[in-house]
């Protein structure tokens, strides 16, 4: 029996039709998947390394001259809304201090220096709140001794601010 074979031409010509098709196909597919790539981009939350010292008779109060009171430094500091929040917190002080907000979900107590000049390091993780706004943390821990626990009630010393913008 005789094989028929196609001319050459012909398979050629079908090949070229069919990888057509296929990249048609592919192009009418895409404008499709993209707005799905987007969804899953943005689900994925923003990760922000912040570090902290925590410093005993460090900064000088406006209303005590010539005191030196404990403090965060930074007190302020900027995150986006919705970010995965790791906080390094090096505590320089010879005792506890903490690390607390009711609002963010955290109390976290920072253990003493080992020794001068070599702080205890804590790490914290937390989410950022959704919604854009000033967040307040403080320290529990009785401190700012030498001055009446002074730096306890005032912002900028034992009392800070996680501040949340709108995520671009
Ligand atoms: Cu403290």
């Not at 090949?15 to 969804?39: C, E, Y």
């Not at 403090?71 to 917190?89: C, D, H, N, R, Y």
């Not at 854009?132 to 601010?161: A, L, R």
Request: aromatic share 10%.
């Amino acid at each position: 029996m005789k094989v028929r074979t196609f001319p050459k031409v012909a398979v050629v010509a079908a090949v070229v039709l069919t990888l057509a098709v296929g990249i048609f196909a592919i192009q009418q597919v895409q404008p499709m998947a993209s707005p799905l790539v987007a969804t899953a981009n943005a689900a994925q939350a923003q990760t922000v390394y912040l570090y902290m010292d925590i410093l005993g008779g460090f900064k000088l109060g406006p209303a005590t001259p010539g005191k030196y009171h404990d403090a965060f430094s930074p007190w302020q500091m900027k995150v986006s809304a919705g970010a995965q929040v790791v906080l390094t917190i090096y505590n320089w002080d010879d005792m506890d201090h903490s690390f607390t907000s009711k609002e963010l979900g955290v109390d976290v107590v920072t253990k003493p220096a080992l020794k001068e000049g070599e702080p205890s390091v804590t790490v914290i993780k937390f989410t950022a709140p959704q919604k854009p706004g000033t967040y307040e943390f403080h320290c529990k821990v009785p401190c700012d001794t030498p001055n009446g626990d002074w730096s306890m009630s005032h912002q900028g010393y034992m009392i800070g601010q996680i501040v949340v913008v709108a995520s671009s």
